[in-house]
DNA sequence: AGCGTTCCGATACACATGCATCGGAACGAG
DNA sequence: CTCGTTCCGATGCATGTGTATCGGAACGCT
């Protein structure tokens, strides 16, 4: 067999690089051309990579969901009080805000991707996808609170975790439109975190 | 004197061609020869209205950041029970939602330029001061409804402004992105702005 | 070592876009 | 009507973009 190349590693550095220029420049910045030269590649090497631009964009959207949702994932499981649901539900929401250091590339990468993802119906199911699966976790965080007597009764997990995915949402396009600072976008998600707290 | 033309109205005419571009096909479909067929207008015509492309965009975003803002004024305005304060405050974020009907054009205008906002210093300092407005707007509202007895006296008028704020921005991503109604998002905003009561 | 297959880098190409230019039309003043 | 200014439509141009093509390099197998 001729030459082989781990095509899997080399499509997810390719979309590191797009996610990147994306974060700096927009969805127009990341020119076949540019992404080939931010990552350290030829043109021809994406090209075999992708079918065509609107494959590797769809490949690099899902490359930076994965990555959101591993955060929140990750921010769980290193919750000082894994036993606190409200920690976990702040910890979860500040990583789907992503508006810290270098995560806030990523928060512009969402922003625009969630931008196309508006016309473009592809795109869009993915992003959809992407919240489904938020929405499954926080919905079993709420749940999972109201059982351990922690969250008031009268709320409605699922409800509720679409509420508080919207405003986080909200709240991250403040951070980036710099009307909002990290730290005060933080305190608005735990002032409605607290808020569902049984008294 | 010569030919003389209406320059501010053709600007604002050219700029809702724009919007509707943008509405449709997103920020990269307002090319100079599309938005001057969608105007009726020759490119040379465009041109003359507007020194660059740059200029005419940021044009067309204070003219539907115009049409937003107006509409919320328009709906406190006609509110069934001017004196009610939720009912107010009900309006004017669901105004600020705008996806009902051929609003929902808007709301994508809103997103493009808002995505766009967060890589252009430029048009973010736009898009600050139209949420300066609604701001200053909710916080009024919310604190006549304390003065009144209405809102409870805990909430902070200014915080809770820019939490709704957050709120009906999310919910509009979630709208566009199909994954809920106008209705349901309406259900969203209503819930909150109850919340708000005093009991 | 030799070979066949896979990969890649460069180039070619068609096309779209923003902007500049320019000749003439439109229109008000005299 | 005549003139002079303003406007506009068409065209040209430089540039950047996605994709197709192709010759050769890289590499595993025999």
Redesign the pocket.
Same mark, same amino acid.
């Given at each position: !067999?001729?030459? @082989? =190349?781990d095509?899997d590693s080399?499509r997810r550095h390719i979309a590191q690089a797009v996610c990147e220029l994306i974060g700096r420049r927009g969805l $127009? +910045? *990341?020119?076949?051309? $540019?992404v080939?030269a931010q990552a350290g =590649?030829? !043109? +021809? *090497?994406v @090209?075999?990579?992708f079918? *065509?631009?609107?494959e590797m964009l769809v490949f690099a959207q899902e490359h930076v969901n994965r990555r959101i949702t591993e955060r929140a994932r990750a921010r769980i499981a290193e919750s000082p009080q894994p036993g606190s649901v409200t920690t976990m539900l702040e910890q979860t929401l500040v990583a789907m805000l992503a508006v810290d250091g270098e995560d806030l590339l990523d928060a512009r990468v969402w922003m625009a991707f969630t931008a196309q993802a508006t016309l473009d119906p592809a795109l869009a199911e993915v992003q959809r996808g992407h919240y489904a699966g938020l929405t499954e976790l926080l919905t079993v965080l709420l749940r999972t609170g109201q059982e351990s007597g922690q969250i008031r009764a009268e709320v409605e997990p699922e409800t509720e975790a679409e509420a508080l995915i919207a405003l986080a949402d909200g709240l991250t396009v403040q951070v980036l439109l710099g009307r909002h600072s990290p730290e005060s976008a933080r305190a608005a998600i735990r002032r409605r975190t607290t808020a569902l707290l049984r008294t």
């Open positions: !067999m001729p030459k @082989q =190349v095509h080399r $127009e +910045g *990341a020119t076949l051309r $540019e080939a =590649v030829s !043109m +021809g *090497a @090209q075999r990579c079918r *065509a631009k609107d």
